[in-house]
């Protein structure tokens, strides 16, 4: 194991985090106005944080308030320490920009290592980095993790896929982090350059949701173990959370991020086991400390011993953001859902667009349209009937009423990075 703090008690673990919380609530208000006038509007101090049960005491952050306090205003160190930044302009509105102390960028170096470590990668491994380099977080995340961990990292970034095979060939690639979407672009490229890559062994994915039906067809394809990698820019970068090989959940960091799961609408904590929004307070965080940030994520937290001897808290395969689930006359749903049922049917490939578009009657409509695979026949009606099909199947399993396009095999865009899904063509 990376770090002994992966395999405590839970009550030892819990003291660790109330002292870590005491600490982190004094420097905030000592610090950053915003939090000064909130934790002093609900008339609390760092010396009444005692145990966890405090923790639900304390005031949300949300995204808005990072926008609100664009750029530095929520920092709580001067400018002169802090040595990076990294900013995120999320689906819509305006970018939300990080920043990190030496000690920060140490931290999360150690901790993008631990997460290395949880999927099994050690000093031996060639770890090829496709996650993008530069203010998205994910790049240069697993790049310091790698080289914390000792292995030899890779910094080929995103895009100018046909060139990367090669050299995840000619360099003996044994991990690969990207996003899953992008895992697949880089299948495809392999298979028609008649590129090698079976050194690789374990993936290490993430950015962005995906079923297990996806994790499957991946695997199959590059012939790897597929884990799941979860974090945000606001709380840190890659690392928050991470997949064992048991896949029984992400393990989170909790030693630095406090996990909480609260209802999406009242912000009510929820109990172990219910599926809510997931709520982060950054501990140990010297330039953004955030308290109770609300990612817009929603999972369900497990507790108890993991298969592979860890203890810390886990987080199941996020289901997407509160702010992407589709609400189609009634009926919500995920992309991810969405996802799984399509890859259940013999005949369509894992690339997909969803495109809601407001019909005359002023009802939402939901148009899939997605690939063909080169094994079925390209003809008009081949493709209806497994539309048909794929529409039958959303109406059952979802009860959601869509039309279904199949359409040819590399119709339709890839991605480098995170991969978009909606396409929203409604006119209000
Ligand atoms: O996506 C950080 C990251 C980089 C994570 C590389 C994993 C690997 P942001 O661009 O700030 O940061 O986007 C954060 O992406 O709130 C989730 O909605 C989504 N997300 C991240 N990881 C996962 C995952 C990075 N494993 C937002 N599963 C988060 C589902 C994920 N969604």
């Not at 497990?302 to 592979?308: D, I």
């Not at 992407?324 to 859902?337: E, K, T």
Request: with cysteine.
């Amino acid at each position: 194991m990376w770090d002994s703090l992966e395999a405590i008690s839970q009550d030892e673990m819990a003291a660790l985090q109330a002292e870590r919380l005491r600490d982190c609530v004094a420097r905030v208000a000592a610090n950053v106005p915003m939090y000064q006038g909130r934790l002093g509007a609900a008339g609390i101090m760092a010396e009444d944080v005692r145990s966890l049960d405090d923790l639900a005491r304390l005031p949300f952050t949300v995204k808005q308030d990072l926008r609100d306090n664009y750029p530095y205003g929520l920092f709580a160190v001067p400018m002169d320490e802090v040595v990076r930044l990294h900013a995120s302009s999320g689906t819509t509105g305006k970018m939300t920009v990080v920043g990190y102390t030496a000690n920060d960028i140490s931290m999360w170096a150690d901790l993008a290592a631990r997460a290395l470590s949880i999927a099994g990668v050690d000093r031996r491994d060639v770890i090829h980095v496709a996650y993008g380099y530069g203010l998205f977080t994910g790049g240069l995340g697993l790049h310091y993790g790698g080289e914390r961990l000792g292995a030899t990292v890779v910094p080929v970034s995103a895009g100018n896929t046909r060139r990367q095979v090669e050299l995840a060939q000619d360099f003996g690639a044994t991990v690969l982090c990207c996003t899953p979407s992008y895992s697949l672009l880089i299948a495809e490229q392999a298979t028609e350059a008649g590129v090698d890559l079976s050194r690789l062994r374990v993936g290490v994915f993430g950015a962005e949701p995906w079923s297990e039906e996806m994790r499957s067809e991946i695997e199959t394809r590059l012939g790897i173990l597929a884990l799941d990698i979860y974090g945000l820019s606001e709380v840190m970068g890659p690392a928050v959370s991470m997949e064992c090989p048991y896949k029984r959940g992400l393990h989170l960091a909790e030693d630095h991020f406090i996990p909480e799961v609260v209802d999406p609408t009242t912000g009510e904590p929820l109990t172990d086991g219910d599926i809510g929004e997931l709520t982060l307070t950054c501990v140990t965080k010297e330039a953004l400390p955030l308290l109770r940030y609300r990612t817009g994520d929603l999972t369900r937290l497990e507790r108890g011993q993991c298969e592979c001897g860890r203890t810390t808290a886990r987080m199941s395969k996020p289901l997407g953001r509160t702010d992407d689930m589709l609400i189609i006359r009634g009926v919500n749903v995920f992309p991810s859902q969405i996802e799984a049922e399509l890859l259940r049917i013999e005949g369509l490939e894992p690339h997909y667009e969803l495109h809601l578009t407001r019909g005359e009657s002023q009802m939402d409509e939901l148009a899939v349209r997605v690939e063909a695979s080169e094994e079925l026949i390209e003809d008009e009606d081949v493709y209806a009937i497994v539309g048909r099909t794929l529409s039958a199947t959303l109406q059952s399993a979802l009860g959601l009423g869509c039309r279904v396009d199949v359409v040819a095999p590399r119709e339709l865009p890839r991605s480098e990075g995170k991969a978009v899904r909606i396409v929203d063509n409604r006119r209000i």
